[in-house]
C-alpha cells in the first residue's frame, strides 16, 4: 500500500559546491564539484519520502519566476508533486549557497529562507488534505502551518514538525503535533538546556519527541518513557540535509513502525545520504 504525505514549508533552490573549505574574506575558490537541487527542509524531506516508494506532495510557494523551472525539474523527476501556495508570483524564489568542506563533510549555508514569501492560510488549496497518510511541518510557512496542523489533528492525521530551529509561531502548532522531531539546536523560548527544551515540548502534551545530535546518539522521549536510539558510525562525505532527509524518512517509517524502530531506521537512511556530495545522489547509488 502507498502512502500519501503532505509537506509544508520551504521551497528554494540549492547551489551547492564541494570545495577544501568554505572561503574566507576576499578569498575566491574553485569548487571540486557542484550539483543543484530543490531544497528546504519539507522539500527534501518530501523527495525522500517518495524516494521510499510513497506519494509526497509539497506545499509551498514557488510561482513563475523563471529560476523556479530548475525547481520544477527536479522535483518531477523525484516524483514530488507542488501545491503551490503564491502561483502567480513572479518573485525570484529563496536560493541557498552552500559550501561543503571536502575533508568533514561539513557545510556553510547562505539563504533567505522564506522571509520575503510568506503566504496567508487562504491560500490553502481546497481539499489538500484528501488522501493524506501523514504531514510535516518545517515552519517556514508557519501560518499555513498552523492552519494545516489544526486540519490534520481534526481528521485524525499525525502531524510531523521539522524542529531544526526554534521559530516564532511554532508554540501555536505544538498542540497539534504528535511528532516533535527536533535538532539539538532547537530551544524554545526560555530553554537552556535539553532537559528544559523536553519539558517544554511535554507540556503541550506532544507524545513522541526526539532530538538528534548529528552523529550522536538520539534522546527521546515517547508516553513518559525516556532513552536513546544510537545512529550509525560513517566517515560523511556531505551532511547537508541530512536532517531533511532524516525527517522524510522518519515519516515514511513511522507509517509501518513504533517510535523508536522509526527513528533508528530514519538515521540509518540519513547516514547513508551523508556518505554522497549533495542531496541527491545517494539515491542513485542505492538504487
Not at 520544477?72 to 536560493?95: C, F
Request: overall charge negative; charged content about 15%; proline content about 5%.
Amino acid at each position: 500500500m502507498t502512502n500519501f504525505g503532505l509537506f509544508v514549508g520551504l521551497v528554494t533552490l540549492d547551489l551547492i559546491y564541494l570545495a577544501e573549505s568554505a572561503p574566507r574574506n576576499n578569498q575566491k575558490l574553485v569548487a571540486t564539484d557542484y550539483t543543484v537541487a530543490a531544497g528546504g527542509p519539507a522539500t527534501n524531506a518530501a523527495v525522500t519520502f517518495s524516494y521510499l516508494g510513497n506519494d509526497a506532495k509539497i506545499l509551498g510557494v514557488l510561482g513563475l519566476h523563471p529560476m523556479t523551472q530548475l525547481i520544477r525539474e527536479d522535483l518531477l523527476n523525484y516524483k514530488v508533486a507542488i501545491a503551490d501556495l503564491h502561483p502567480n508570483t513572479n518573485a525570484v524564489p529563496p536560493v541557498s549557497s552552500i559550501i561543503v568542506t571536502q575533508a568533514t563533510g561539513e557545510r556553510a549555508v547562505v539563504s533567505i529562507n522564506a522571509v520575503k514569501t510568506q503566504a496567508s492560510s487562504t491560500s490553502i488549496p481546497a481539499e489538500i488534505l484528501q488522501n493524506v497518510d501523514i504531514v510535516l511541518i518545517d515552519g517556514h510557512q508557519m501560518t499555513v502551518g498552523c492552519e494545516i496542523a489544526q486540519m490534520a489533528k481534526t481528521e485524525n492525521i499525525p502531524v510531523v514538525i521539522d524542529g531544526g530551529s526554534w521559530k516564532p509561531g511554532f508554540e501555536q502548532i505544538l498542540p497539534f503535533v504528535d511528532y516533535a522531531i527536533c535538532s539539538a539546536n532547537f530551544y524554545p523560548p526560555n530553554c537552556q538546556t535539553e532537559t528544559e527544551v523536553f519539558a517544554y515540548l511535554n507540556a503541550f502534551n506532544i507524545p513522541h519527541i526526539a532530538i538528534t545530535h548529528g552523529e550522536k546518539a538520539i534522546q527521546y522521549l515517547s508516553c513518559g518513557n525516556t532513552g536513546v536510539v544510537d545512529v550509525p558510525n560513517i566517515q560523511p562525505v556531505d551532511t547537508l540535509g541530512a536532517g531533511d532527509i532524516f525527517h522524510g524518512a522518519f515519516c515514511h517509517y513511522i507509517l509501518q513502525q513504533n517510535f523508536t524502530d522509526a527513528l533508528a531506521l530514519a538515521a540509518n537512511t540519513a547516514a547513508d545520504a551523508c556518505q554522497s556530495f549533495g542531496t541527491r545522489r545517494w539515491m542513485e547509488k542505492l538504487g
